[in-house]
C-alpha cells in the first residue's frame, strides 16, 4: 500500500524533525504517531503527488503547533533548539540571518521578539514580565513580527506556510547573511 511505503520512508526523518523542536522523547513519539496517522488518513486525497514531501512536511509541523497549543496557548515564530545541529528546520537555518535584523528594530520590539520567539516565553508570561495586558504584548509580538518580516524580505524571497514556518528560501541581494 502507497500509504504504508511512505510512512516507512518518511518515519526516521520525521522522527528527527520533531527532535529539533520537541526535547522530550515520549512527546516526540507522540506527536510523530499523530502525525503518520494524519498522513495515513489524508493521502488519498492528496491532489498534487509531486509536492508530497512539503506536504508530509506540512502535516507535521502543524501537528508540532497542536502539541504546543495544547501545552501553552502560545506558539513562537521560531522554537528553536539550543544545538543547531538538532534542528533541521530552516527557520533554525535562517536564525543567523535574523539575528541582524532583529537588531535594527526600535528597542520594544527587538525586546519582544528577544524575550519570546527568540527567547523561549510565551506571550502570556511576557506581558506580566512587562507589567503589560496579554493583548498588549501580543500586539507588540506581533507588530514586531511583521517589522522584522519587511526586513527579512529585502534581503531574501521566503516561502512559508500560515503558520510562519518558512518552507524554501533564496537571496535577492548581498545582505550579509548568505551561507
Known amino acids: 500500500m502507497v500509504e504504508e511505503r511512505i510512512i516507512n520512508n518518511f518515519n526516521g ?6 527532535a529539533g523542536f520537541v526535547k522530550d522523547q515520549s512527546a516526540v513519539q507522540d506527536i510523530l504517531q499523530d502525525a503518520l496517522l494524519k498522513i495515513y488518513i489524508a493521502y488519498p ?3 498534487n503527488k509531486e509536492k508530497l514531501t512539503s506536504w508530509v512536511y506540512q502535516i507535521t ?11 501553552q496557548n502560545d506558539v513562537p515564530l521560531f522554537d528553536l533548539p539550543n544545538d543547531p545541529s538538532e534542528a533541521p528546520s530552516l527557520n533554525h537555518e535562517l ?3 535574523i539575528k541582524p535584523f532583529v537588531k535594527q528594530l526600535p528597542e520594544k520590539y527587538k525586546d519582544a521578539l528577544l524575550q519570546t520567539d527568540l527567547g523561549g516565553l510565551s506571550q502570556k508570561q511576557y506581558a506580566k514580565k512587562i507589567g503589560l495586558s496579554y493583548s498588549g504584548a501580543k500586539s ?6 511583521i517589522k522584522l518580516k519587511a526586513l527579512f524580505n529585502e534581503c531574501c524571497q521566503i ?11 533564496h537571496h535577492k541581494k548581498a545582505c ?4
Open 61 to 71: 509541523r502543524n501537528t508540532i503547533y497542536d502539541h504546543f497549543r495544547k501545552k
Open 95 to 97: 536564525l543567523d540571518c
Open 176 to 179: 550579509g547573511c548568505s551561507k
Open 45 to 47: 486525497n492528496l491532489k
Open 140 to 145: 507588540i509580538v506581533q507588530r514586531a513580527r
Open 159 to 169: 516561502e512559508s506556510d500560515k503558520y510562519g514556518q518558512i518552507m524554501s528560501y
Open 13 to 18: 526523518k520525521l522522527e528527527k524533525f520533531i
